[in-house]
Nanobody, 123 residues
Framework: VQLQASGGGLVQAGGSLRLACAAS????????MGWFRQAPGKEREFVAA????????YYADSVKGRFTISRDNVKNTVYLQMNSLKLEDTARYYC?????????????????WGQGTQVTVSS
């Protein structure tokens, strides 16, 4: 199982990025997917999650209204559209897969993790 995240980079505050996570899961459509992030010296934190059929989505309060999670079960890919980026969004972003299929806030409920992609927001 591989989760390959891409789309990170350097962007000015107020700008946008779109992250993508391609999954080599045979039954991708049965997995809940999440995005988490980790800044240097900080714990990994929840960003957004989407259930297997995209019927449920959840967001951290800090990104609500600015980020949008979506998925394409044909392409086996989950996306994170990030708008109005702030300096505090700087972190390494990880995608993760949950066999239970739900949209979970909790790191411990995700069995598979990608290697992450770096997002740096500058002033």
């Amino acid at each position: 199982v591989q989760l390959q995240a891409s789309g990170g980079g350097l962007v000015q505050a107020g700008g946008s990025l779109r992250l993508a996570c391609a999954a080599s899961l045979l039954t991708f459509s049965s997995y809940g997917m999440g995005w988490f992030r980790q800044a240097p010296g900080k714990e990994r934190e929840f960003v957004a999650a989407i259930s297997r059929n995209a019927g449920s989505t959840y967001y951290a309060d800090s990104v609500k209204g600015r980020f949008t999670i979506s998925r394409d079960n044909v392409k086996n890919t989950v996306y994170l559209q990030m708008n109005s980026l702030k300096l505090e969004d700087t972190a390494r972003y990880y995608c993760a897969a949950d066999r239970a299929g739900s949209a979970s806030y909790y790191v411990r409920e995700y069995e598979y993790w990608g290697q992450g992609t770096q997002v740096t927001v500058s002033s």
